[in-house]
């Protein structure tokens, strides 16, 4: 049973960045494609990004135009997001999520049934 931590949540101003940190109980989560995702209070769980357990290969939602960068350091067991000019938008808790095997298909999609294990979310908040 992989389990998933995020960190690095808080309140920023529109146009700020922030950085969140999903860090994973076992090494075999070098294994697993990880995703983020959000859920902001009212709405569906939306896709937000995902990389392949290599790095090597990325996919993002369509609505983010270029801001947020998804990335892992396979030494520390932990992926990254790192998000650039944050628009009030943006507010919502964030989780990240791993799946092994996961096609290509599912990936691109944002597929949340895909996903095996998840973490708690971890709340960001952007003000205008």
């Known amino acids: 049973q992989v389990q998933l931590v995020e960190s690095g949540g808080g309140l920023v101003q529109a146009g700020g960045s922030l950085r969140l940190s999903c860090a994973a109980s076992?090494?075999?989560?070098?294994?697993?494609?990880t995703a983020w995702f959000r859920q902001a209070p009212g709405k569906e769980r939306e896709f937000v990004a995902v990389i392949t357990w290599s790095g090597i290969s990325s996919y993002y939602s369509d609505s983010l135009e270029g801001r947020f960068t998804i990335s892992r350091d396979n030494a520390k067991n932990t992926v990254y997001l790192q998000m650039d000019r944050l628009k009030p938008e943006d507010t919502a808790v964030y989780f990240c999520?791993?799946?092994?095997?996961?096609?290509?298909?599912?990936?691109?999609?944002?597929?949340?049934?895909?996903?095996?294990?998840w973490g708690q979310g971890t709340q960001v908040t952007v003000s205008s």
């Open positions: 999520a791993a799946a092994r095997p996961i096609s290509i298909a599912a990936m691109k999609s944002g597929d949340v049934s895909a996903y095996d294990f």
């Open positions: 076992e090494r075999t989560i070098t294994t697993y494609a």
